[in-house]
């Protein structure tokens, strides 16, 4: 990436170019900015949008801000493939960061702010599939999105509108927000005849507790590893994933803290001291006793082990057949949305034929 620049659009003098980082080059020329803002007009449904011209290439996010339109604008040399990019950098994190200068722009905070943004966007490296996962459980506006769209079917107005009325969410860029939902493969939209364009769930996302992939670590006393094995099976042999699922604890205890899903994620590898265990938690002494009690860690003699790895899994979502039924008699949806689900929904046997779930 080349620079980022920040457009104003004025309805009587059209692009004026507000500030750029790095400052040291010309703005490019008045007219490219009049190319990308028509094609923004052609593409009102998308937000970002992407232009070349000759050697360079131009992603354009447009914000609307107490009343005004901006665009901001990253500069590419064709070289470093555009595309490419858009895959590895999350358009969420596109969008946050937008929003975030726009908001800045008439502030003294604004020449930093870009400064920073430039090397935040230059020096992403995309993240691991967990914790893109780990996203919808942590991100408001993805979770409830998520809740929603168990529901069955719903039209991209109706998304909008009930996350606005319903949850307050009163600035929510669709596009941008779905875009992780089309990545991990959950959605899919449709045209459906007679209705507006519709979202649908046809993979859902949980998350579950399962013993870990090693139990023969190596500890200075070999009777800790057989207590250790002893307490696994007999845990997992009564445990009940439905009450845990029902009352929340996977994500209120792990997926909620960052500290704690490194916790598990090194535990993985290697066992730890305690001392090591609370420096990750950031000696939150109350937080290492919850998880020793809620049996996610095991500690023995100053050792501590993983007890229960923390594990997404993906899913056909059958249960919406039912809520698809009850809606159709309500007159909630039409026949065709209701005949849509349920064809895209039996399509996926075809694409998972043997397990309906994956264990990420």
Avoid at 38 to 57: D, F, P, Q, R, V
Avoid at 246 to 263: R, Y
């Amino acid at each position: 990436m080349e620079r980022i620049i920040i457009i104003h659009w004025s309805s009587q003098t059209g692009p004026e170019p507000i500030i750029q980082y790095p400052p040291e080059k010309p703005f490019p020329a008045k007219d490219i900015f009049l190319k990308i803002w028509a094609k923004h007009e052609l593409n009102k449904e998308n937000s970002m949008i992407t232009y070349e011209e000759s050697e360079n290439g131009f992603i354009s996010i447009i914000q609307q801000f107490e009343g005004e339109i901006w665009m901001v604008i990253l500069v590419y040399s064709q070289k470093d493939m555009i595309e490419h990019f858009l895959i590895e950098v999350s358009p969420d994190i596109l969008a946050i960061i937008s929003r975030n200068l726009v908001e800045l722009i008439n502030t003294n905070k604004i020449t930093r702010a870009i400064s920073e943004a430039y090397n935040t966007i230059k020096n992403y490296s995309k993240l691991d599939r967990e914790e893109n996962l780990i996203n919808f459980f942590q991100d408001k506006i993805k979770f409830t999105i998520l809740q929603i769209l168990r529901n069955g079917v719903i039209s991209k107005s109706k998304l909008t509108n009930k996350l606005r009325h319903d949850y307050g969410f009163s600035t929510v860029n669709i596009d941008l927000i779905l875009t992780s939902f089309f990545r991990e493969s959950l959605i899919v939209k449709q045209n459906v005849p007679g209705s507006e364009e519709c979202y649908f769930l046809v993979i859902d996302l949980s998350c579950t507790r399962i013993p870990p992939n090693n139990l023969t670590i190596d500890p200075l006393d070999t009777n800790i590893i057989k207590k250790y094995q002893e307490n696994i099976k007999n845990f997992y042999f009564d445990y009940d994933k439905i009450i845990e699922v029902e009352s929340k604890t996977i994500i209120q205890t792990i997926l909620l803290d960052k500290d704690v899903f490194t916790l598990i994620k090194t535990l993985r590898e290697r066992n730890l001291s305690v001392n090591e265990c609370l420096n990750i938690l950031n000696n939150k002494e109350g937080l290492f006793n919850e998880l020793l009690n809620k049996k996610f860690i095991y500690e023995a003699k100053g050792l501590v082990f993983i007890f229960s790895d923390v594990r997404f899994i993906k899913f056909i979502p059958y249960y919406i057949i039912e809520k698809l039924i009850e809606r159709y008699r309500n007159q909630d949806i039409s026949l065709n949305e209701y005949l849509t689900h349920l064809k895209l929904l039996t399509e996926q046997l075809d694409i998972h034929p043997f397990l309906d779930y994956e264990i990420v």
